[in-house]
């Protein structure tokens, strides 16, 4: 069992047991857990966009992370691609404290993929910034955003 999931069983037993919960502390703990668990994995998915403009660059995305993101020095200013979260950290983090569903399988959908700024853009418009209900990939398709399976 990892520590993320040890820490995210306790967290959810904490906020269970809690008569009146701060819930602002209980969504920070989760979101750092969640945000330690997608730096331990490699990016899954790139759009098609992403990856067309990733080529032109001459960046691997496969090896790019949120923190190297910026020393390639193709995107210094994060202006040009975006690490996206397919499934909102509020959402995971509403599913770890509210729901009965497994963490370990909570923790399976924390999943990122390289996306352009202007695909980015199109996710608030159509208010899928924090919210998305079932599956992101028709979330993404809404957009006019191709994912593509990178790994």
Not at 1 to 26: F, G, H, V, W
Not at 88 to 116: F, Q, Y
Request: charged share 30%; proline share 3%.
């Amino acid at each position: 069992m990892t520590s993320e999931l040890q820490l995210l069983n306790a967290l959810r037993q904490s906020y269970k047991n809690d008569k009146k919960p701060k819930i602002q502390l209980y969504n920070k703990m989760a979101k750092a857990l969640f945000r330690y668990d997608t730096d331990q994995k490699v990016v899954q998915y790139a759009s098609k966009a992403a990856l067309n403009k990733a080529e032109e660059l001459g960046v691997n995305l496969k090896e790019l992370n949120w923190h190297n993101q910026r020393k390639n020095g193709k995107d210094p200013d994060r202006k040009i691609f975006h690490y996206e979260h397919c499934n909102p950290i509020s959402v995971l983090i509403k599913d770890v404290l509210t729901s009965d569903k497994d963490i370990a399988e909570i923790l399976k959908e924390n999943v990122v993929c390289w996306i352009l700024k202007s695909e980015n853009k199109e996710l608030d418009a159509h208010h899928y910034r924090s919210k998305r209900e079932g599956d992101w990939k028709k979330c993404y398709q809404a957009c006019g955003i191709e994912p593509v399976e990178i790994n």
